[in-house]
Each structure stands twice: as structure tokens, then as C-alpha cells.
């Protein structure tokens, strides 16, 4: 397949991981994207020009955009892709949804958690599949080396600061494990917006948490970070395919996630990690005690989180299925 990557220009636009993608070998264009008009335009003109026999349209609200210069500019087959469980859809936005869906071969969750939402919200459900998102294994390959006892007996929570995580149950939590006198160290690894992280990072001071907690920032190595740890958490309120988890499970860290859409079959209770109720600070501090003083069961639970992983959720295996999907478009 020749491929063209096209991605609509932004604020936070970054050249040098445009750049990077251009120094891969890869086709890579920028349309405007200070108006839906001008994205649609653009658009519209490099596929009457290339004539490409299929548009993959991305995520929220670009899949919108995307196909409507498809269908202007007669692109034979359009694809949708749903990147999220609870995209933020106005009444106009999910009534043209519906529309461009009539027109459109496949729509793909990335996860099932994401198809079934796509389904409840009226999508065609013979057009609806579900491709989950995949990760690079191969970065995991030692974590079958890393001796459990020579991991960091803490807590890792790798995730932007965004209105959609939830840090703040997972800071409670720790409060109340420290009633207990249970003081794990907690590191929150990631960016995300400024104001949630200062709120988050009042909230640890407010608490008296700060010996405990540490913001790492951007942490380029992730896998390895995560190969240090015990026991990951991720405290959220919804998701699509939860990747920094995925990543978790094959570093062959012992998990708890709340249990809400997106999780939901990336996790299986009590067998390959722990599920808590969303905003529930309480069930958090239990799940997170259990592994804490239980590291036979939390050793468990993290080896059957990266057999998993590495049987189900390879890049490999993603690419595949949506190169069998795009071949296979009538």
C-alpha cells in the first residue's frame, strides 16, 4: 500500500516529531486547521489530486472533516476510527456522525469497550469492528529477567493530566492507606495541562504526601520505568484503549484500573489484575493494601498481566488486522 499520513495543523503541532515521521521514510502533509472549512478544502484538493482508494479518518472531530472531503472528492471506500468511549458529540456533531456513517465501510473501536459505545449511540453495528490498539512488545522483552524483589515496592501512574484521568481518587487513596500506616511511594509519570497538575500537586502538599509522592514529568523511557515497579494504577474515569496499561501489563507490573469503559476486557478481575469503582478512594486503598502486603498475589497477578499482553496486544498483530480490513474493503 502507498500511504499518505496527513494531519491537520494544531497550536501544539510539534516539528520535530513531524520531522521525525519524515526522516522514517514516511508520506507526510499538513492541512489548516484553524477552521473545519479550510481542513475540508485541503483535503478535498489532495485526494482529487492523489486519488486514493481509501481515507482512514482518525479520531474526534477530524473523522468528521475527513470524510466529508472524502465524499466530496468521490474516494471510493471511507473508514472511521474512534479513538475514545465518551467522545465529547453535540447533538449536531452525532446526527452528522450518523449521517457519514451511512457512507462509510467500517467504522473501527480501538477497543470493544469503544465499538459497544459506538453501537449504543446508534452507529450501524454490522459496520462497527473492533481493532484494539497495540504496543511494541519488543521493548519489553527483559521483563521476564527483572527479579520481583528487585522491583521498586511502590506505585506508578503513567498518564497526562487531562479531565479525563482521575489522580486526585488515587491521591486519596494514599491518604488513607497512610491512616493505616501503609506509606508506598507513588510516582505519577507524564504532562498533560498545567493547571491539573499544579491542583494535583497542591492536593499531595494539602495531604501531607509529598516524601511520598514524586511528578517525574515526560519520562522518555517509560518501558523501563515501568519494569521498575510493582504494582501500576490507573485511576481514571474513561477510556478508549488504555495503552499506558496495556504497557503496564507486558512490563509485567501487578495492575489496578478502574473498572469503566475501555477497561472493561483489558482487565479481568482477580485473574490478570484488580478492579475498582470509578471515585471510589476507599476500594483503591483496599486493592492497593492487598498487593502491598501480599506480594505473592501481586506477583501473580503481574505475570498473567504480561502473558496477556504479549498474547493479544502486539503492534504486529494490530497492523495486521487493519491491513486485512483495508485489503479486504469492497
Request: contains cysteine; glycine residues 6%; proline residues 3%.
Amino acid at each position: 500500500m502507498e500511504v499518505v499520513l496527513v494531519l491537520r495543523r494544531k497550536k501544539n503541532t510539534d516539528k520535530v516529531r513531524v520531522q521525525a515521521l519524515l526522516d522514517k521514510g514516511l508520506d507526510v502533509r499538513i492541512v489548516p486547521g484553524w477552521s473545519h472549512l479550510a481542513t475540508i478544502l485541503a483535503l478535498y484538493r489532495m485526494a482529487r489530486q492523489d486519488r486514493p482508494d481509501v481515507l482512514v479518518a482518525h479520531g474526534f472531530s477530524e473523522h468528521l472533516w475527513g470524510r466529508y472531503a472524502g465524499l466530496l472528492a468521490n474516494v471510493p471506500r471511507l473508514v472511521h476510527v474512534e479513538h475514545n468511549s465518551r467522545e465529547r458529540y453535540s447533538t449536531w456533531q452525532l446526527w452528522q456522525a450518523r449521517w457519514l456513517a451511512k457512507h462509510t465501510a467500517a467504522i473501527v473501536g480501538v477497543s470493544e469497550g469503544v465499538r459497544d459505545a459506538l453501537i449504543q449511540r446508534g452507529f450501524p453495528s454490522d459496520r462497527c469492528i473492533a481493532i484494539p490498539n497495540g504496543i511494541e512488545l519488543e521493548r519489553f522483552q527483559k521483563a521476564d529477567q527483572i527479579a520481583w524483589s528487585d522491583r521498586k515496592a511502590g506505585i506508578i501512574m503513567a498518564s497526562r493530566f487531562a479531565r479525563q484521568k482521575d489522580q486526585r481518587t488515587l491521591v486519596n487513596a494514599l491518604q488513607l492507606l497512610k491512616r493505616e500506616d501503609l506509606q508506598p511511594p507513588l510516582a505519577f509519570a507524564g504532562l498533560g495541562k498545567s493547571r491539573l497538575i499544579k491542583k494535583t500537586q497542591q492536593q499531595v502538599q494539602d495531604a501531607g504526601l509529598q516524601s511520598q509522592v514524586e511528578f517525574l514529568g515526560q519520562v522518555h523511557e517509560l518501558h523501563l520505568t515501568l519494569m521498575q515497579h510493582q504494582i501500576f494504577v490507573l485511576s481514571t474515569h474513561y477510556e478508549g484503549m488504555p495503552l499506558a496499561l496495556v504497557e503496564a501489563m507486558a512490563a509485567g507490573c501487578a495492575c489496578i484500573a478502574t473498572d469503566v469503559v475501555g477497561v472493561h476486557g483489558v482487565i479481568d478481575n482477580e485473574i490478570n489484575g484488580l478492579l475498582v469503582p470509578e471515585n471510589d478512594a476507599q476500594a483503591l486503598a483496599t486493592a492497593i493494601s492487598r498487593l502491598i502486603q501480599n506480594p505473592g498475589l501481586a506477583k501473580k497477578l503481574g505475570t498473567a498481566a504480561r502473558h496477556k499482553a504479549c498474547e493479544l496486544y502486539s503492534l504486529a498483530g494490530m497492523h495486521q488486522r487493519y491491513e486485512s480490513l483495508l485489503l479486504g474493503l469492497k
